[in-house]
């Protein structure tokens, strides 16, 4: 199990699950699924834990189904789920009592204080701080995931010393284990948004750089993460390109909260650059996909942004929305998926078409809009993503 889940080949769950049984020693049980140095694994985890939950049900001990439950929290928070998240650490919780757990408590209470935290509940974060962890839980892995959450809160809450401090306290621990490996916990990016707060940027752009120097090429979240952060630490106009590469990484890892957050870090780049038709749809973007995620204290945030945008478009917006009766339903789509921000590749996934068919339908919008490219769309278009624009939205299935 360990070699599965640490590996570089990856296991199908299915071939696992018969020679794990819930009679298993939790410490060994636990360790396969939990394992938090190569959180990327975790994704996979989630569809095997739901026929391995039922086999549990019927076991004797309550261990199981609270552990199954842990992971699946972790695996919809590396997604950006949320509200599932938060529902499936507090159930792993609900399971198992917190005596009962040890040091693995420090898993399903990241979770919920991760979460909390995202989702701009403050007082709940405060709250789970207060809940008893055994001493010996900073010598685990789960340990550094609860410092880790910890240090986000402090941050939240305007605490950026002492969430500097539990950082490099991760970092640490990492080193006298030798395991500060570019798969370990990565927390010189979270050290780095502590001393960019403290502007300090000289100290948190080494760390990035330190960061991403050997970095994984399939760990797309990280490297997403650590370009977000590393972009702040640039000059203004230094930082779009990152930022687009940041969006492109943590799109392909599928982690939604980051990629909301990345986006609203590009659509501010380009804000204070003066470029307000790039910035609208970042920013438009950006507060979609934190409503999507429930992150309310992002979305609350990016909403005087549009509106600074709104004005500074306005007289486009109306003068795009007389000729906007001349597109077709499909060019519309197309359109409006473009002035969102989306490129030509995601707008044909999106919409099950080709390319090419994409590539079309956008040169009838710039003629018949009056523009030169997708820069250039009017407002209004990524307001609404016009007739039918419900189909085979995010859902590959459709495509087959």
């Not at 000289?202 to 997403?224: I, K």
Request: glycine share 8%; charged share 25%; hydrophobic share 40%.
């Amino acid at each position: 199990m360990l070699r599965a889940m640490g590996g570089d080949e990856a296991v199908p769950g299915e071939h696992l699950w018969p020679g794990l049984r819930p009679e298993e020693p939790l410490s060994r049980i636990s360790l396969g699924l939990l394992t938090l140095a190569r959180p990327e694994r975790l994704a996979a985890v989630a569809p095997w834990c739901l026929p391995m939950l039922d086999d549990a049900a019927g076991q004797d001990g309550p261990e199981w189904p609270g552990l199954l439950r842990a992971a699946r929290a972790e695996a919809a928070l590396l997604r950006g789920d949320l509200p599932a998240a938060a529902e499936l650490a507090a159930a792993a919780l609900d399971e198992t009592s917190l005596p009962s757990w040890g040091v693995l408590v420090g898993a399903p209470l990241a979770c919920l204080l991760t979460t909390a935290v995202r989702t701009g509940r403050y007082e709940d974060a405060a709250a789970y701080l207060t809940m008893p962890v055994p001493p010996a839980l900073l010598e685990t892995p789960f340990g550094l995931r609860y410092l880790q959450a910890r240090g986000q809160y402090q941050l939240a809450v305007n605490r950026p010393y002492a969430a500097l401090s539990d950082f490099q306290t991760c970092g640490q621990l990492l080193r006298d284990r030798g395991d500060d490996g570019p798969r370990a916990l990565p927390w010189r990016i979270d050290a780095a948004q502590a001393l960019l707060r403290l502007r300090r940027r000289a100290e948190a752009r080494a760390l990035l750089e330190e960061q991403l120097d050997g970095l994984p090429g399939d760990d797309g979240r990280t490297l997403g993460r650590a370009l977000r952060h590393l972009a702040a630490a640039l000059e203004p106009h230094e930082r779009p390109a990152l930022l687009t590469d940041a969006v492109e990484a943590l799109q392909s890892a599928g982690d939604r909260v980051e990629l909301a957050h990345t986006l609203a870090d590009l659509g501010g780049a380009y804000h204070a650059t003066g470029d307000a038709r790039r910035a609208r749809p970042a920013l438009r973007r950006a507060w979609r996909t934190a409503r999507e995620c429930q992150a309310e204290g992002l979305s609350r945030s990016l909403l005087p942004g549009l509106s600074a945008t709104s004005q500074a478009q306005g007289a486009g917006a109306l003068l795009g929305g007389d000729r906007a009766a001349e597109l077709s339903a499909a060019e519309h789509r197309v359109g409006s998926l473009a002035a969102q921000g989306h490129s030509n590749r995601q707008i044909a996934h999106r919409l099950c078409i080709t390319v090419s068919t994409v590539e079309q339908h956008l040169t009838q919008v710039y003629r018949k809009l009056r523009v030169k490219s997708r820069t250039d769309l009017p407002v209004f278009l990524e307001d609404d993503d016009g007739p039918d624009s419900g189909l085979a939205r995010d859902d590959p299935s459709l495509c087959r």
